[in-house]
């Protein structure tokens, strides 16, 4: 049985008894983004020898001194379910995966719902990832967590389809790939959810795709081609409802490590810098990413 820290600890009572109620009766989602803004970063710290700097395009940017700037570059796209979150609240993780993979990073920013739905956070994330190529500093690799990594899906689909630079490797945690479905079956095959209520997904559907169909391989990988993409480390909770999606990702794509992690909340890695098991579970996926893109 894996033994976690008091720390880690805290933060799995926290996701149960406090985040999950929020997600669950905050309804209107500028004010659950601005209650995320507010609290994300409280829960994990950036090592105090890696600063930040922001760019002209609101992406913020990573370098570890030991990485120096001539580092190869991982591309970070950080979830909240296409409504919330920003490279601010995903700095510590950011940060922490930066170091462990010996890389330097870009977490970008993308449009939210609902004041820009389907397909702006798709198209930002693309035309990110284009700029950045464009500019000689192709991402040697792409990763993002929950609906940032559906993004970084969609990112290295259009890299491949475009015949032009490709990452080396993708980095996912609980990666969105299907968002269409059943949600209270899905949701009634993950007893063992920590975090997320089916309250928040159904909510996500109408914000994020107002008529649109969730089923469209635009939309929702799992239903489009994933074939021929790059050697890919994809980590999850056990129980969580999204493992499910994991797994079916881990079965149709070519070169994907699966990494599950049981007793956990959706995205713990967020508190890199105070939690044991987030900042062990970037080691390892940073450890991947190093020997992906040697």
Known sequence: ?????????????????????????????????????????????????????QDANGALWFTPPEAGTEAPLLMYIHGG??????????????????????????AIKYRLAPEHPFPAARDDAVAAYDRLVAAGTPPAA?????????????????????????????????????????IAARFGAA?????????????????????????????????????????TMIQAATGETLAQDAHRLAEVMDNVTLDLWPGLAHVWHLHAGYSRAAEDALRRMGAFLRDAVR
């Open 142 to 182: 792409v990763c993002g967590d929950s609906a940032g990594g559906c993004l970084a899906l969609q990112v290295a689909q259009h890299a491949r389809n475009s015949g032009g630079v490709q990452p080396k490797a993708l980095g996912l945690i609980a990666p969105i790939g299907d968002l269409s479905g059943d």
């Open 81 to 106: 379910g296409f409504t919330i979150g920003s490279p601010h609240t995903h700095a510590a993780l950011v940060a922490h995966l930066a170091r462990a993979a010996g890389m330097r990073a870009v």
């Open 191 to 231: 007893p063992d959810e920590i975090l997320i209520p089916a309250a928040w997904p159904r909510r996500l559907l109408t914000n994020y795709l107002p008529g649109i169909d969730p089923a469209d391989p635009a939309v929702s990988p799992l239903h489009g081609d994933l074939s021929n993409l790059p050697p």
């Open 1 to 53: 049985m894996t033994t976690y820290t008091r720390t880690d600890r805290f933060f799995i009572w926290q996701a149960r008894n406090v985040e999950r109620r929020t997600l669950h009766f905050v309804g209107p989602q500028p004010l659950l983004r601005h209650i995320f803004a507010l609290s994300a970063p409280l829960g994990g710290a950036i090592p105090k020898d890696i600063k930040p700097e």
